[in-house]
């Protein structure tokens, strides 16, 4: 019983933490609670409690949005891989290889925090996207399948389109929303959906929307900048050790 307890807090103060971070930054809520999960619980389990925050959070962020239909319109064909690539990269998540997941969300992780550390803002040439776009949504898709993280490469291909920040946000919602489904879809077509752990994902919704409001009005009193720089180094950190873990338990 105090196992149980002590399980069940650990997720709710992972889900108000992940929330908070997406209140703040507007994005990173996959990225962190699947981080921390993954040293709590399999990939496979962690990937299912993270549906329903991740779906409710991420629709909430889509419709507050202006501009839902050109952005759809513009965005369809990376949205359509997207979901294309989720079940193709779910097999290995399905598989129950945890060794080979673990490591995957690591470089994941690194990767990503680590570029958004370095990297200078790019722009995508509008002659590029016609094609850019479904490659970027497949690779995403793939990373999203594998590993259950939505990140890459969709975020930094979307921050490089030149969108507005109400626009930028939107797209974000946007992207995260078809993921969250499409690894749904995937791991239910499987017959891998951990059943058990929906109820754990509904109830998580709970403080995954407190820590998000309480971002969220912290927002404009804290430097932003400085908040999400110690932020990617702990996610730089977090990816590494995840990545090195199931080989240095050989």
Sequence with gaps: MEQINFTTVTI???FFVAGFVKGVTGMGLPTVAMGALGALLNPLTAAA???APSFVTNVWQLLVGPRFGALLL???PMMAMIV???LAGSTLLAGGNAGRTTIALGLALVFYSGYTLLAHQHRVPSHWQ?????LVGLATGVMTGATGVFVIPAVPYLQALGFERDELVQALGLSFSISTIALAIALFSHGTLPIS????SVLAV???LVGMVAGQAIRTRISQDVFRRGFLVC???LGLEMALRPLLSQ
């Excluded at 016609?130 to 479904?134: E, I, R, T």
């Excluded at 752990?197 to 754990?200: H, I, K, N």
């Design 12 to 14: 709710a103060v992972i």
């Design 49 to 51: 409690l993270l549906l």
């Design 74 to 76: 513009r965005l369809w």
């Design 84 to 86: 294309i690539g989720t």
């Design 130 to 134: 016609p094609w850019a776009s479904p």
């Design 197 to 200: 752990a929906l109820t754990t």
């Design 206 to 208: 709970i403080p995954a």
């Design 235 to 237: 996610l730089l950190i």
